[in-house]
Nanobody, 124 residues
């Protein structure tokens, strides 16, 4: 069982930056693949970024590639999403997700555990 708690969301102007954190409970965080997803009002949840348990492999949605960076600190049981050059279309609730072995890391149904999410609002 893993519990995930996101933090770091807020209101930022276009072009600004935010860093989201996702803190995980338990002693086996390093054995979980981790992902970040987002959901805007009236839209389906979509993939943002993911990182393998070792931290050696990362994946990004085309819409955020070059602007967002996912990383993890297994000693702190935390995964991060550094977001730069934010755009109004990045406005959404951002959630982190965990799974012992996510095969297709861009798919929401690959993840067993989900956090409650943190709101990110980018003003124009």
């Amino acid at each position: 069982q893993v519990q995930l708690v996101e933090s770091g969301g807020g209101l930022v102007q276009a072009g600004g930056s935010l860093r989201l954190s996702c803190a995980a409970s338990g002693r086996t965080f390093s054995t979980y693949d981790m992902g970040w997803f987002r959901q805007a009002p009236g839209k389906e949840r979509e993939f943002v970024a993911a990182i393998r348990r070792s931290g050696g492999t990362t994946y990004y949605a085309d819409s955020v590639k070059g602007r967002f960076t996912i990383s993890r600190d297994n000693a702190k049981n935390t995964v991060y999403l550094q977001m730069t050059s934010l755009k109004p279309e990045d406005t959404a609730v951002y959630s982190c997700a965990a799974d012992p072995q996510a095969r297709y890391m861009h798919r929401t149904d690959e993840y067993t555990y989900w956090g409650q999410g943190t709101q990110v609002t980018v003003s124009s």
